[in-house]
């Protein structure tokens, strides 16, 4: 058990140590329904300001959540009920964009891999080595879709 909420501890020392920075003035833009096939660059654009906005957002939560319980029952209660929405959000946000042609495999991989995160953590700190294991994939399709900023959830 001391493993798994570790393990959760390191992601979201991740998140927060890659999280800080965005003013979340993209990520109104980022929202919006898209009709038409974006550019690459509008699409890096609009997934990065995506993936800024919820970090954030997540961050803020976690740290809210982090001084109102004790560090043992809240690992598991944080990855259920903020970490676990969140990635869903993300995922759902991401999944429409509609990104040029070459880049829809790589980023329906991505939305796939933050599903999985989510439902991982949906089990509390228990599928955290879960979502842990589905990083790796994650990672490839952001650098393989040019979203530095997406690179750690």
């Known amino acids: 058990m001391y493993r798994l909420i570790s393990a959760l501890g390191v992601v979201v020392a991740a998140c927060l140590a890659l999280g800080c920075g965005s003013s979340g003035e993209d990520a109104t833009t980022a929202r919006e329904t898209v009709a038409t096939t974006l550019t690459k660059a509008q699409f890096i ?22 001084k109102k319980s004790s560090a043992r029952a809240g690992a598991g209660d944080a990855a259920k009920t903020i970490t676990a929405p969140s990635l869903n959000r993300e995922a759902e946000e991401l999944k429409g964009l509609e990104a040029p042609a070459q880049d829809k495999a790589n980023l329906a991989s991505l939305v796939s891999a933050l599903s999985k995160m989510s439902k991982a953590f949906e089990n509390g700190s228990s599928g955290a080595k879960t979502a842990i294991s589905v990083l790796p994939q994650y990672q490839q399709d952001s650098v393989a879709l040019g979203l530095g900023k997406c690179r750690q959830p």
Not at 57 to 66: K, P, Q, V, Y
């Open 45 to 66: 654009k609009r997934a990065e300001a995506i993936c800024e906005s919820v970090r954030a957002d997540r961050i803020a939560a976690l740290n809210s959540f982090g």
